[in-house]
């Protein structure tokens, strides 16, 4: 808590969009268990020692940090938020990348989604296989369609994988 805290400190008003003060703390431990288990840190031979070589990583790692975050090819530290956009999130005047795409289809959509499932219907050779087709479309699992349709399950994975088979040759094609 104590790092987290220290990285909080030092970074300020440094831009955290890939990361905060405690994805940096969540790094030092990391660092920290990979130097270990490579022998890099002999030397240290107790919990001062252990709790100034954290401050060490944790104050490389927050300058790392800010060196990152304001790179010339990441905009230099003047690339906004999508939030300092809008101004208030509650907004509903300011920008968001939320409006850009409905919760509805476009009618076009749906209309073009109909005529494909049509299309694919009518590949299939008899009324059995595209009632099969619809029911799994529909969300329907192999043993309940083989129950409403009292047939085997065997049978209705038969049909599914000829259905797949006449789907997948069209749709390569």
């Known amino acids: 808590m104590r790092l987290v805290e220290l990285a909080r400190r030092r970074l300020k008003d440094a831009p955290k969009r890939v990361a905060d003060e405690e994805d940096i703390a969540a790094s030092v431990f990391h660092s920290l268990c990979r130097g270990a288990a490579a022998g890099r840190f002999q030397n240290v031979k107790n919990r001062d020692d252990l709790w100034w070589l954290l401050l060490a ?72 296989l595209r009632q099969i087709a619809v029911f799994r479309i529909e969300g329907f699992t192999v043993p309940e369609i083989a129950e409403d349709l009292r047939v085997s399950t065997r049978s209705i994975e038969r049909k599914l994988q000829l259905i797949r088979g006449v789907w997948s040759k069209e749709l390569e094609s």
Do not use: C, W, Y
């Not at 490389?60 to 999508?82: N, P």
């Not at 956009?85 to 289809?105: I, K, M, Q, W």
């Not at 076009?108 to 050779?125: A, D, K, N, P, T």
């Open 57 to 128: 990583i944790t104050k490389q790692k927050v300058v790392d940090h800010v060196r990152r975050e304001t790179a010339q090819k990441r905009g230099a530290g003047r690339v906004q938020l999508e939030s300092g956009l809008n101004g208030n999130a509650d907004d509903s005047h300011g920008f968001a990348l939320d409006r850009l795409v409905g919760d509805e289809p476009t009618p076009e959509f749906v209309l073009m989604l109909e005529e494909q499932h049509q299309r694919l219907l009518g590949l299939l050779r008899d009324d059995r």
